[in-house]
């Protein structure tokens, strides 16, 4: 594979459609919204963006519990403006991914309503049921994400059905080949149709141990499971039988071979698993699983450098010919300049969010970029009566959900929505956002908006970034510091995490000429010393 390929060093931006823009001023985001700001996503200097689920769906999870795989629902749009959405994205060099739940569907889904209707229809086997034990209890001890048991009982079959997310989103039995057949199907359909890739949502999921085995538990000290602590039983197990099973690699197999029949496209899979760096090398290995995959180890409230070095350390020790994909910010966890700046009260620096960015964008790997990173908008502070996410109404008050980094994007400052929308939004447009909105900060060159362009331009010309090996140099905290090499080339790269000027000495620092072109706060040489300003970064070529 070459490593020209477009997704090698690519920057994709997220959008979660509903919180991006509304073209139709209903307070809720649509596809037409995202044509309108195509030119605005081009300018960023992003490869790809990456759209969050717009297919038919009762809306129980957002989108994430899909009853139509090959339509859109009403209130993004239609299938002709998913074209016009393709077309003009093409036209300025964006490749269009798109996600894929494939683990599970919804259960207003047409194969899940015919499956529960009896034991012996022709959709009896395509979901994951199972009869009760002896004393009428879930056939086993698995747990639901979203709180417990992972089982519902149907009345109608007189069985239990295995649900890993909210009951209304069963799991699909990928023992059986003809579901793995349907759901390929599905996803050759949007290939047709001229997507560029998918991002495959929990794809470790999709198969379950067929014996159905009980997980076995975790004992106190490390239930730190996956992104879960103990507001949530959920990491109070071990779980390796309610997903990332032995056959799962096959199937993954066979979305790339499909996937090779459609040149220049790519999967990028969202994995969390008992040990997701190990899986994520899996997944990935050997040209013929996935081009990619991103794990939650950069998405927790970890900040520090001898944390970052050990995770992509760690990958890089096991990838081989894998090829990571990192980020930090996404719709599932709290935006990261809160997440990593709360501690030390720097979420409103703006210096904080330009080092965040330029860090993760200067790893070996491609990059996922949530919408709002480029503005460095917080979290949003949600209160209860506007919640919307499922799992912070059961979790509530000590987990809040979602919401709080899914409130829409702010356009325009002096608007009464911030040009999201003329309606009340879905979530409540934030006043601390609206201070952050692009009409704010895009005639501003100091803005986080325009360092995150300048940054992304900058990179594409430094092939040493995009593709090459890294190396890490043995630095003190609160320093990050390796080493990019391609083709001969040398770039030394060295970041302040800390909100205080540093100090550091590096390995013939000397031999490095300063690279300015990304305009981030900066780093000067004195008697063979690096004194970096506060969250400053240094990017220097070898002579």
């Known amino acids: 594979m070459s490593e020209q390929m477009w997704w090698r060093g690519a920057v994709i931006y997220q959008i979660y459609p509903r919180s991006f823009n509304d073209s139709n001023n209903d307070g809720i985001g649509d ?14 200097g992003v490869d790809a963006i990456w759209i969050s689920p717009f297919f038919k769906s009762p809306m129980k999870d957002f989108g994430y519990d899909i009853s139509d795989y090959r339509d859109i629902d009403p209130i993004f749009g239609n299938l002709e403006d998913f074209d016009r959405l393709i077309e003009k994205a093409h036209s300025l060099n964006i490749k269009i991914m798109i996600d894929q739940v494939l683990s599970h569907t919804s259960d207003q889904h047409q194969w899940f309503i015919e499956s529960r209707e009896d034991q012996v229809n022709d959709k009896a086997d395509w979901y994951v049921w199972a009869d009760a034990k002896e004393d009428g209890t879930p056939p086993n001890n698995w747990l639901s994400i979203f709180g417990g048991m992972a089982w519902t009982w149907e009345p109608r079959r007189q069985q239990y059905y295995l649900h890993n997310f909210l009951s209304s989103q069963p799991d699909l039995n990928f023992h059986n080949p003809s579901v793995r057949q349907a759901v390929l199907d599905n996803v050759e359909f949007w290939l047709k149709r001229g997507v560029d890739g998918f991002r495959l949502d929990a794809i470790n999921f999709c198969f379950h141990d067929a014996q159905l085995r009980d997980n076995p538990a975790k004992p106190k ?12 039983p959920y990491a109070y197990q071990y779980h390796y039988f309610n997903n990332t099973q032995d056959e799962n690699l096959a199937f993954i197999e066979s979305i790339r071979a499909l996937l090779d029949q459609y040149p220049g496209t790519v999967a990028l899979g969202e994995i969390s698993s008992e040990d997701s760096l190990k899986t994520m090398a899996e997944y990935t290995q050997g040209n013929k699983r996935l081009h990619m995959g991103y794990s939650f180890d950069l998405l927790n409230d970890n900040f520090t450098a001898a944390y970052i070095k050990e995770v992509v350390t760690s990958l890089e020790s096991r990838v081989s ?4 994909c990192w980020s930090i910010s996404n719709h599932d966890v709290q935006r990261v300049v809160s997440r990593w700046g709360r501690a030390g009260n720097h979420e409103s620096s703006p210096d904080f969010a330009k080092m965040l960015f330029a860090m993760i964008a200067s790893l070996r790997g491609s990059v996922c970029s949530y919408q709002g990173e480029e503005l460095g908008l917080p979290e949003g502070d949600i209160a209860y009566e506007d919640i919307q996410d499922p799992y912070g109404i059961a979790f509530w008050p000590q987990f809040k959900g979602r919401d709080g980094c899914r409130t829409p994007h702010p356009w325009e400052h002096d608007k009464e929505y911030s040009g999201f929308s003329t309606s009340k939004p879905w979530l409540p447009m934030l006043d601390c956002h609206k201070k952050l909105a692009v009409s704010t900060q895009v005639d501003c060159d100091d803005s986080v908006l325009n360092s995150y362009r300048n940054f992304t331009l900058w990179r594409k010309q430094h092939p040493e970034l995009l593709y090459g090996d890294i190396e890490f140099i043995d630095t003190q905290e609160p320093i990050l510091a390796f080493m990019r090499k391609y083709q001969g080339v040398e770039m030394l790269v060295c970041f302040n995490l800390s909100g205080q000027t540093q100090q550091v000495q590096l390995p013939s620092l000397s031999s490095y000429v300063p690279q300015l072109g990304h305009k981030l706060a900066g780093a000067n040489q004195n008697n063979g010393l690096l004194n970096l300003q506060p969250f400053g970064s240094f990017f220097g070529s070898r002579v």
């Open 31 to 44: 596809l037409p919204g995202i044509i309108d700001k195509l030119d605005y996503i081009s300018s960023l």
């Open 321 to 324: 010919d894998g090829w990571p």
């Open 221 to 232: 000290a490390l239930r730190q499971s996956i992104g879960f602590d103990e507001k949530n």
